[in-house]
């Protein structure tokens, strides 16, 4: 029901900058929990940042003031603002999205909770 696709991924010198894409194709798009989920070689998905309904978002607490996401509906569009990069953040970056609309029992933090991915785009950043 829902295709995602990443860009925007790249090399980049630490301190600088990038902008993240999740690019959606679905009809129900607009109403879905969207996130940014990033892996380390031989470790775990690990949560980065969220948003779904009513605006509302959460970030992982060593991200906070980092990272950014947002979202645009005209476009179908997710976002991941990402500043002063360090090396420690290079990683395959993954778009996800859920249809849940009430998560007042479920954790946006946990990987299991979103049903559609993208394949991932690869950030490095260098020293």
């Known amino acids: 029901q829902v295709q995602l696709v990443e860009s925007g991924g790249g090399l980049v010198q630490a301190g600088g900058s990038l902008r993240l894409s999740c690019s959606a194709s679905g009809r129900t798009f607009n109403s879905y929990a969207m996130a940014w989920f990033r892996q380390f070689p031989g470790k775990e998905r690990e949560f980065v940042a969220s948003r779904w309904t009513g605006g509302r978002t959460s970030y992982a607490d060593s991200l906070e003031g980092r990272f950014t996401i947002s979202r645009d509906n005209a476009k179908n569009t997710v976002y991941l603002q990402m500043i002063n990069l360090k090396p420690e953040d290079t990683a395959v970056y993954y778009c996800?999205?859920?249809?849940?609309?009430?998560?007042?029992?479920?954790?946006?933090?946990?990987?299991?909770?979103?049903?559609?991915w993208g394949r991932g785009t690869q950030v490095t950043v260098s020293s």
């Open positions: 996800a999205a859920d249809g849940r609309v009430d998560w007042t029992y479920y954790d946006e933090t946990y990987s299991g909770n979103y049903n559609y």
